[in-house]
């Protein structure tokens, strides 16, 4: 009797944890804040920052549209399978 008894207490003290872990994980660590206060920027960072974020927006300015996939049996299909596939 007195086995079962502690495979009861394990097993209940088991439910518990995995039930507080979740909880606990949801709770925030002081010190380790993803949306922190970050330190200023100097003025060399910001136009550095901004002279890489505006070269890469004119290189995607300059990428081609992307084409629509050719579907050589989109003739052939029937009208119910062509607009379910466009969804």
Not at 3 to 31: E, R
Not at 36 to 59: F, G, H, I, M, N
Request: aromatic share 4%; no cysteine.
């Amino acid at each position: 009797m007195i086995g079962v008894k502690n495979w009861y207490l394990a097993a209940a003290a088991a439910i518990v944890m995995s039930l507080t872990a979740d909880a606990l994980a949801q709770l925030s660590t002081p010190g380790i804040g993803l949306s922190a206060d970050r330190p200023q920027l100097s003025k060399e960072e910001q136009e550095k920052r901004k002279a890489v974020d505006d070269a890469y927006r004119s290189t995607i300015n300059k990428l081609p549209d992307k084409k629509k996939p050719a579907d050589p049996w989109g003739d052939i299909r029937s009208p119910a399978a062509n607009s379910s596939k466009q969804r």
